[in-house]
Nanobody, 118 residues
Framework: QVHLVESGGGLVHTGGSLRLSCAAS????????MGWFRQAPGNEREHIAG????????FYAESVEGRFDISRDNAKNMVYLQMSNLKPEDTAVYYC???????????WGPGTQVTVSS
């Protein structure tokens, strides 16, 4: 069982930056891919970034490509999402999750709210 907790959300102006953190406990996530997702009110959950267990492979949704950067520190059991040039459409609750099987994610955290004002 893995317990995830996201942090680092907040209110920023358009063009601002935030760094989200995902802290894992219960067991090591070092052998798993990890993902960041977001969900805005009335919208479906969107898979915005993913990273392989080693960090060697990364995925970004077109909506965040070039502005967001996913990274991980397996020694600390942490995953990060550096978000830059934020836009109002980035406003959402952001979640991290463990890729327990190929393209399947589990052990969702409670999420952290990101609000971007125009």
């Amino acid at each position: 069982q893995v317990h995830l907790v996201e942090s680092g959300g907040g209110l920023v102006h358009t063009g601002g930056s935030l760094r989200l953190s995902c802290a894992a406990s219960g067991r090591s996530i070092g052998s798993y891919g990890m993902g960041w997702f977001r969900q805005a009110p009335g919208n479906e959950r969107e898979h915005i970034a993913g990273i392989s267990w080693s960090g060697g492979n990364r995925f970004y949704a077109e909506s965040v490509e070039g502005r967001f950067d996913i990274s991980r520190d397996n020694a600390k059991n942490m995953v990060y999402l550096q978000m830059s040039n934020l836009k109002p459409e980035d406003t959402a609750v952001y979640y991290c999750a463990v890729e327990t099987k190929s393209y399947y994610y589990d052990y969702w955290g409670p999420g952290t709210q990101v609000t971007v004002s125009s």
